[in-house]
């Protein structure tokens, strides 16, 4: 966790990204005790989630960047 709380910016293949663009894709953002943390949740995943998923987080301390290389396979059916 940073003083102030940091500004956090996702990209999708180099674009900002919006969870409001796509509603089966959204962000969540939460303070618990001393952990900040962003979440990146997706329903009904299609293969047009697959790409390059960049997490960016500033504050006046500085910053700090993770990129998540993100890969779509198909879920074999399974039968009960």
């Known amino acids: 966790m940073g003083v102030p709380l940091p500004q956090v910016i996702w990209t999708f ?3 900002l990204f919006y969870s409001s663009t796509n509603p089966n894709i959204y962000v969540t953002s939460s303070l618990a005790g001393s952990v900040y943390t962003s ?7 299609s293969h047009g989630a697959e790409g390059q998923y ?11 960047d993770k990129i998540f290389n993100i890969q779509v396979k198909k879920r074999k059916a399974s039968f009960i």
């Open 54 to 64: 960049l997490c960016s987080v500033s504050n006046f301390a500085g910053n700090m």
């Open 13 to 15: 293949n180099g674009t």
């Open 39 to 45: 979440t990146l949740t997706w329903w009904n995943v």
